[in-house]
């Protein structure tokens, strides 16, 4: 490694151990920095041009252009940096994401003062891409960061830079944020998965359910309707058949007792040699199930979820599936 680039990096690792992890930030003197950009060290240099000239030449209107530009200068630094100073930031808690998708973090600015704060943009520290906005007059104003993780588990969110160049350009006020929260990355799914395993028979004790249900009536996973049924199991040749009938009766299909087999999304049956593709095979068929509404489990890694159904379920599993080695 380049030892310049080594050095900047331990330099960089001390500023950010320096800064206590936070999802809320107060900037005040002690945690906002100013620094000249290069269009202020260009003015600087035009300013010392100009005093030089004025001084060679005895030029009272030089003196004039020179010591106005320098007080328009002197009022700018103050501006920039009461910008910042007194702004509050909070992160809302990030929703997980998928690898491979750009995650968005949600930051809202908080103004007390009665003026607007002008041109604050928001960054994950060293990506380059910037949110800016301008936060009302006693008010908040939310702004989202893009972040693109490298790969699954769950990852520190990375810091964040805050700055504003406002209102003449020639210096940055900037600040560094270390939120305390933690970004759920689910794997990538498999973008062209095979079909979902066969199922594996039943347990004594749901079959014995099955049997019940066909005494009450329940025959082919076809049951009465129900008031409250998503309307994508409702059967509607059957109700189409009733209609003709003369009859307004509904079916639904009954997708817990018309399985016969329990469906397990195993990692054995992903078939692929390498265990990041198995993942994500596992992960695509978890969202097949998922799209479908039957009950599915779970075996990776030595964890097992047991079959169920719903988003609470599609969670557990896609948390399993990130976090697992």
């Given at each position: 490694m380049n030892p310049l680039a080594a050095t900047r990096r331990r330099i960089d690792g001390w500023f950010l151990s320096r800064r206590p992890p936070s999802d809320t930030l107060a900037l005040t003197q002690r945690n906002v920095y100013i620094v000249p950009t290069p269009a202020g060290w260009m003015l600087a240099a035009t300013l010392l041009v100009l005093l030089v000239a004025s001084i060679n030449y005895q030029l009272n209107l030089g003196y004039l252009l020179t010591f106005m530009l320098a007080g328009c200068v002197a009022v700018g630094m103050h501006v920039s940096h009461a910008t910042l100073r007194g702004l509050s930031m909070h992160l809302m808690p990030?929703?997980?994401?998928?690898?491979?998708?750009?995650?968005?973090?949600?930051?809202?600015?908080h103004n007390a003062r009665r003026s607007v704060r002008y041109g604050i943009g928001l960054a994950a520290r060293g990506s380059g891409h910037w949110a800016w906005c301008d936060v009302p007059a006693q008010g908040s104003e939310t702004v989202e960061i893009a972040f693109q993780p490298v790969r699954r588990g769950l990852h520190a969110v990375p810091p964040l830079t805050a700055e504003t160049r406002f209102p003449l350009g020639a210096f940055r006020v900037w600040t560094v944020w270390r939120p305390a929260s933690s970004l759920l990355v689910y794997p990538a799914p498999e973008p062209h998965p095979p079909a979902l395993p066969a199922g594996e028979p039943l347990a004594s004790d749901a079959s014995a359910s099955v049997a019940r249900a066909a005494s009450a009536g329940e025959y082919d996973g076809v049951r009465a309707y129900r008031r409250g049924d998503p309307l994508k199991l409702v059967v509607w040749k059957k109700a189409a058949r009733a209609q003709a009938a003369g009859s307004d009766e509904l079916f639904s299909r009954d997708t817990q007792?018309?399985?016969?087999?329990?469906?397990?999304?195993d990692a054995q049956n992903a078939a692929l040699p390498d265990p990041e593709a198995r993942i994500s095979r596992l992960c695509a068929w978890v969202l097949m199930a998922d799209r479908l509404n039957i009950d599915y489990g779970l075996r990776v890694a030595g964890q097992q979820v047991p079959p169920s159904q719903g988003e609470a379920h599609r969670r557990r599993c896609l948390e399993v599936l990130a976090t697992c080695a």
């Amino acid at each position: 490694m380049n030892p310049l680039a080594a050095t900047r990096r331990r330099i960089d690792g001390w500023f950010l151990s320096r800064r206590p992890p936070s999802d809320t930030l107060a900037l005040t003197q002690r945690n906002v920095y100013i620094v000249p950009t290069p269009a202020g060290w260009m003015l600087a240099a035009t300013l010392l041009v100009l005093l030089v000239a004025s001084i060679n030449y005895q030029l009272n209107l030089g003196y004039l252009l020179t010591f106005m530009l320098a007080g328009c200068v002197a009022v700018g630094m103050h501006v920039s940096h009461a910008t910042l100073r007194g702004l509050s930031m909070h992160l809302m808690p990030p929703d997980p994401q998928y690898a491979g998708s750009a995650a968005v973090f949600r930051v809202v600015l908080h103004n007390a003062r009665r003026s607007v704060r002008y041109g604050i943009g928001l960054a994950a520290r060293g990506s380059g891409h910037w949110a800016w906005c301008d936060v009302p007059a006693q008010g908040s104003e939310t702004v989202e960061i893009a972040f693109q993780p490298v790969r699954r588990g769950l990852h520190a969110v990375p810091p964040l830079t805050a700055e504003t160049r406002f209102p003449l350009g020639a210096f940055r006020v900037w600040t560094v944020w270390r939120p305390a929260s933690s970004l759920l990355v689910y794997p990538a799914p498999e973008p062209h998965p095979p079909a979902l395993p066969a199922g594996e028979p039943l347990a004594s004790d749901a079959s014995a359910s099955v049997a019940r249900a066909a005494s009450a009536g329940e025959y082919d996973g076809v049951r009465a309707y129900r008031r409250g049924d998503p309307l994508k199991l409702v059967v509607w040749k059957k109700a189409a058949r009733a209609q003709a009938a003369g009859s307004d009766e509904l079916f639904s299909r009954d997708t817990q007792q018309a399985q016969r087999q329990e469906l397990w999304l195993d990692a054995q049956n992903a078939a692929l040699p390498d265990p990041e593709a198995r993942i994500s095979r596992l992960c695509a068929w978890v969202l097949m199930a998922d799209r479908l509404n039957i009950d599915y489990g779970l075996r990776v890694a030595g964890q097992q979820v047991p079959p169920s159904q719903g988003e609470a379920h599609r969670r557990r599993c896609l948390e399993v599936l990130a976090t697992c080695a």
